[in-house]
């Protein structure tokens, strides 16, 4: 197991990877990890030729409807010079953390869980 992936394990012990498909090839890997309060997206990768064309965005979609229904926040940590900081604030992650050079942010649930 290489020293990353390791280390993933260790900081998300429950991890759940899902490749993104785009007309039904595969076109990103998504890592997510959840626990009793809230959703981690661990990484978001997108191949760079399908960059800009609303695959993030969308993967995101259902990711946030997911944690619309169970009632919690989706965390993330990302560079601050990540082209994907500007994706995140636009869908509604706002800054929680971090510093200056890793921002550590937070898109809180929009409805909670049914009662």
Same mark, same amino acid.
């Given at each position: 197991?290489?020293?990353? &992936?390791?280390?993933?394990?260790?900081?998300?012990? $429950? =991890?759940?990877?899902? !490749?993104? +498909?785009? %007309?039904?090839?595969?076109?990103? *890997?998504?890592?997510?990890?959840? $626990?009793?309060?809230? !959703? *981690?997206? #661990?990484?978001? !990768?997108?191949?760079?030729?399908?960059?800009?064309?609303? #695959? /993030?965005?969308?993967?995101?979609?259902?990711?946030?409807?997911?944690? %619309?229904?169970?009632?919690? =926040?989706?965390?993330?940590?990302?560079?601050? $010079?990540? =082209?994907? +900081?500007?994706?995140?604030? &636009?869908?509604?992650?706002?800054?929680?953390?971090? %510093?200056?050079?890793?921002?550590?942010?937070?898109?809180?649930? !929009? &409805? /909670? =869980?049914?009662?």
């Amino acid at each position: 197991m290489s020293r990353a &992936r390791q280390s993933a394990r260790e900081c998300y012990p $429950n =991890p759940l990877g899902r !490749i993104v +498909l785009l %007309d039904g090839e595969p076109v990103g *890997w998504m890592v997510t990890a959840a $626990n009793e309060e809230e !959703i *981690w997206l #661990v990484a978001l !990768i997108i191949e760079q030729e399908q960059r800009g064309k609303g #695959v /993030g965005s969308e993967v995101l979609q259902s990711l946030f409807a997911v944690s %619309d229904r169970a009632g919690k =926040p989706v965390r993330l940590s990302v560079r601050v $010079n990540s =082209p994907a +900081l500007r994706l995140y604030e &636009r869908l509604g992650f706002h800054r929680t953390g971090g %510093d200056e050079q890793q921002h550590v942010m937070e898109r809180i649930a !929009i &409805r /909670g =869980p049914k009662t």
